[in-house]
């Protein structure tokens, strides 16, 4: 999984509990926040212009709202979404920190906060990027961070409540919740099927043609596939604990659809095992093939060695200069020694050939 810059600058060692302090890569962009309202009959999307103007915001408990926050390098923004919503302290500090692994926790007042990662699949650097993603339940309302990209990630939900798609706008905040989630799940599926495809192309090359690049790529598709695990398995956990709990925000029926994100999990668990596992069969595989790629050209080395051993022998016998050797003296003895060495390489040829060593 590709690392992106970390900002060195700020840290957390040190601080007390719930102190707002960036950890993540350098961001050069204002915090966009994002306010949707809706209900079974209509919905409204708007920006909000500035921070500050949350608490002029007047939200009817008669409907569902979702406020999305792009980009979670501001502490002085996180702390007033904090103040308005009176949102636990170590809730805020896990947003800003993009290094916290994958949990799920339950705060007083009924607030549910989830964090975990968005990965998409980079073609060009043949690498995982991750995206640190938090997710914020309270009564009516629900709040997702994520740090600051070129798109929204979570657009297609967005488009879903405007074009009344789905059961989105008929259902709860805790539906909400659930279709966030699934989104990152589904995105997960797409990581994985573009590192398969990455595996069979592998497959192909080592078994063409096994070149110490492949072995090297097998180590990063195996790096890969750990950090992959790594921010499923949380999930997984963590939507097993939604289930096994008793959340008044989260009513039977979504419970059902939560179940179905487990079994996706699950299902990505169990891929991403088999991947690992054919990872290595391609690993023996790549050492199989250079060592019979070895043994073929030691093969062709012994057989040209044996092939030149008698030659040298009889070059050898007649490179001697005695003078009672009588066949010197001939005038047909240069061409008949060439002969005579020439069927020995076309015997000895007939014979390996016939013995399958050829």
């Not at 302290?89 to 339950?106: G, V």
């Not at 099927?193 to 110490?212: H, T, V």
């Not at 040829?349 to 399958?356: A, D, E, H, Q």
């Amino acid at each position: 999984m590709s690392k992106r810059k970390r900002n060195n600058s700020q840290t957390t060692l040190g601080t007390s509990p719930g102190t707002l302090t960036y950890v993540g890569a350098d961001v050069n962009y204002a915090t966009k926040i994002t306010w949707v309202e809706y209900n079974n009959e209509e919905y409204k999307v708007c920006q909000i212009p500035h921070f500050s103007d949350l608490n002029q915001l007047e939200l009817s408990k008669n409907k569902r709202h979702w406020f999305n926050i792009d980009g979670i390098h501001e502490p002085q923004v996180i702390a007033t979404i904090g103040e308005i919503f009176n949102l636990h302290p170590l809730i805020l500090e896990d947003i800003m920190n993009t290094e916290q692994k994958p949990k799920f926790e339950s705060y007083e007042g009924n607030q549910l906060f989830f964090t975990f990662k968005m990965l998409n699949y980079n073609a060009s650097t043949r690498e995982i990027e991750s995206e640190h993603l938090s997710l914020v339940l309270i009564d009516n309302c629900v709040l997702s961070f994520q740090e600051e990209r070129t798109t929204d990630i979570f657009l297609p939900v967005q488009n879903r409540i405007v074009a009344s798609a789905g059961k989105t706008r008929k259902n709860g905040v805790d539906y909400l919740i659930y279709c966030l989630i699934d989104l990152v799940v589904d995105n997960y599926f797409m990581c994985l099927d573009c590192l398969s495809d990455e595996i069979e192309r592998l497959e192909e090359e080592i078994i063409q043609d096994a070149k110490p690049i492949a072995m090297r790529e097998l180590y990063g598709l195996k790096r890969e596939e750990m950090a992959l695990r790594k921010s499923i398995y949380p999930l997984r956990e963590m939507i097993a604990t939604v289930l096994r709990e008793d959340y008044p925000s989260i009513t039977h029926y979504t419970s059902l659809y939560f179940r179905d994100v487990l079994d996706h999990t699950s299902q990505l668990i169990e891929n991403i095992d088999s991947h690992r596992d054919l990872i290595a069969s391609l690993m023996d595989l790549y050492l199989s093939q250079v060592s019979n790629k070895m043994n073929n050209i030691m093969k062709v080395l012994t057989v040209i060695s044996v092939i030149f051993m008698p030659l040298t022998f009889v070059a050898g016998i007649y490179g001697m200069n005695f003078d009672n050797m009588p066949e010197l003296h001939w005038k047909y003895s240069y061409p008949v020694v060439w002969i005579v060495m020439i069927v020995m390489v076309i015997l000895m040829l007939i014979g390996f050939k016939r013995k399958g060593w050829l």
